[in-house]
C-alpha cells in the first residue's frame, strides 16, 4: 500500500486542495456554480447516498451537496487550516490521509469525488489511487475525478509544464484507458464547461468563440489520423465500481 507520506507532490500534495481563490469565502458561489453545471447530473438522485469528497479544501464541493440535499456527505482533506474553514461554516469535513482514510473504509460508499487533479500523482500513485477507490465504493458506487486535458492545443503542454507538481496529463483516451484498466465498468470522459457563469454576458460570446475553436481542432486532429473531440482545459471521468 502506498503511504500518505511517501507522495511524491510536495508543493501541492494531492490530498489537499490547491485552487481555491485568494478570497475563500468566493469560492463556495464560484466552485459551486462549476461543480452545479458540471458535475450534479452524474450523482445518485438518492439523496442519502453516502458521498466522499477527498481533498476536501475548505469543502466547496461539500457545500454544494448539502445544498441540494445530501445528507450523507463527508469532506476529507490534510489541511488542518482548510478543514477549520469548512467546520465553520457547519461542514461535515475532517482532517485526514487519503490511503489511510480509504484503506480503513472499504465498501463505503456510494460515490467517491476528488476534488484535487490527479496530476498531482505519479503514475503508480494513480493506479493505487485508483485501487483503493475501487474498494472503498460499495458494489456499483461511482467514482468521479478530473485532470488537465493532454489534448488541448492551447492549454493542454502549458497546464503539465507549468506547475513542478504536474507528473502527467491525460487524454479522453487514457483517462478511459486507465479506469477500465483498473475495473471500472461504463467509463464516461466528460468536457468539463468553464463557461457557467451566465450572468456576465461575456461568458456568451467567449461559449461561442470556443465552440468555434474546438471544431476547428477536431478538423486538425482528423487531417492527423487523431480522434480526439474533447479539447477543453480540463476533463472529468465518471466511472462505476462493478
Same mark, same amino acid.
Not at 494531492?14 to 475563500?24: G, N, Q, R
Given at each position: 500500500?502506498?503511504?500518505?507520506?511517501?507522495? !511524491?507532490?510536495?508543493?501541492?500534495?494531492?490530498?489537499?486542495?490547491?485552487?481555491?481563490? !485568494?478570497?475563500?469565502?468566493?469560492?463556495?458561489?464560484?466552485?459551486?456554480?462549476?461543480? @452545479? @453545471?458540471?458535475?450534479?447530473?452524474?450523482?445518485?438522485?438518492?439523496?442519502? =447516498?453516502?458521498?466522499?469528497?477527498?481533498?476536501? $479544501?475548505?469543502?466547496?464541493?461539500?457545500?454544494?451537496?448539502?445544498?441540494?440535499?445530501?445528507?450523507?456527505?463527508?469532506?476529507?482533506?490534510?489541511?488542518?487550516?482548510?478543514?477549520?474553514?469548512?467546520?465553520?461554516?457547519?461542514?461535515?469535513?475532517?482532517?485526514?490521509?487519503?490511503?489511510?482514510?480509504?484503506?480503513?473504509?472499504?465498501?463505503?460508499?456510494?460515490?467517491?469525488?476528488?476534488?484535487?487533479?490527479?496530476?498531482?500523482? !505519479?503514475?503508480?500513485?494513480?493506479? =493505487?489511487?485508483?485501487?483503493?477507490?475501487?474498494?472503498?465504493?460499495?458494489?456499483?458506487?461511482?467514482?468521479?475525478?478530473?485532470?488537465?486535458?493532454?489534448?488541448?492545443?492551447?492549454?493542454?503542454?502549458? =497546464?503539465?509544464?507549468?506547475?513542478?507538481?504536474?507528473?502527467?496529463?491525460?487524454?479522453?483516451?487514457?483517462?478511459?484507458?486507465?479506469?477500465?484498466?483498473?475495473?471500472?465498468?461504463?467509463?464516461?470522459?466528460?468536457?468539463?464547461?468553464?463557461?457557467?457563469?451566465?450572468?456576465?454576458?461575456?461568458?456568451?460570446?467567449?461559449? $461561442?468563440?470556443?465552440?468555434?475553436?474546438?471544431?476547428?481542432? @477536431?478538423?486538425?486532429?482528423?487531417?492527423?489520423?487523431?480522434?480526439?473531440?474533447?479539447?477543453?482545459?480540463?476533463?472529468?471521468?465518471? =466511472?462505476?465500481?462493478?
Amino acid at each position: 500500500m502506498v503511504r500518505d507520506d511517501d507522495l !511524491t507532490a510536495r508543493i501541492e500534495p494531492f490530498d489537499s486542495f490547491w485552487e481555491a481563490p !485568494t478570497d475563500v469565502e468566493k469560492g463556495y458561489s464560484r466552485f459551486g456554480r462549476f461543480y @452545479r @453545471r458540471n458535475y450534479l447530473d452524474h450523482l445518485p438522485s438518492d439523496r442519502s =447516498a453516502r458521498i466522499l469528497v477527498i481533498s476536501c $479544501g475548505p469543502g466547496y464541493f461539500v457545500h454544494l451537496l448539502a445544498e441540494v440535499g445530501y445528507r450523507t456527505v463527508l469532506g476529507i482533506d490534510s489541511d488542518s487550516e482548510k478543514i477549520s474553514y469548512a467546520r465553520r461554516r457547519g461542514l461535515n469535513c475532517r482532517v485526514d490521509r487519503m490511503f489511510r482514510f480509504l484503506a480503513e473504509n472499504e465498501s463505503s460508499f456510494n460515490v467517491i469525488f476528488a476534488e484535487q487533479e490527479i496530476n498531482h500523482l !505519479t503514475k503508480p500513485e494513480i493506479l =493505487a489511487f485508483l485501487d483503493a477507490c475501487h474498494r472503498s465504493l460499495c458494489p456499483g458506487g461511482t467514482l468521479i475525478l478530473h485532470s488537465i486535458n493532454g489534448a488541448s492545443p492551447i492549454t493542454g503542454s502549458e =497546464a503539465r509544464a507549468g506547475n513542478f507538481d504536474h507528473y502527467n496529463s491525460f487524454t479522453e483516451y487514457s483517462l478511459k484507458q486507465v479506469l477500465e484498466h483498473r475495473d471500472f465498468a461504463d467509463v464516461r470522459i466528460l468536457p468539463l464547461n468553464l463557461y457557467v457563469f451566465f450572468g456576465n454576458p461575456a461568458n456568451y460570446v467567449a461559449w $461561442g468563440l470556443w465552440s468555434l475553436l474546438s471544431l476547428a481542432f @477536431r478538423l486538425g486532429f482528423i487531417l492527423v489520423g487523431k480522434d480526439a473531440r474533447i479539447f477543453t482545459k480540463k476533463i472529468g471521468a465518471v =466511472a462505476r465500481r462493478p
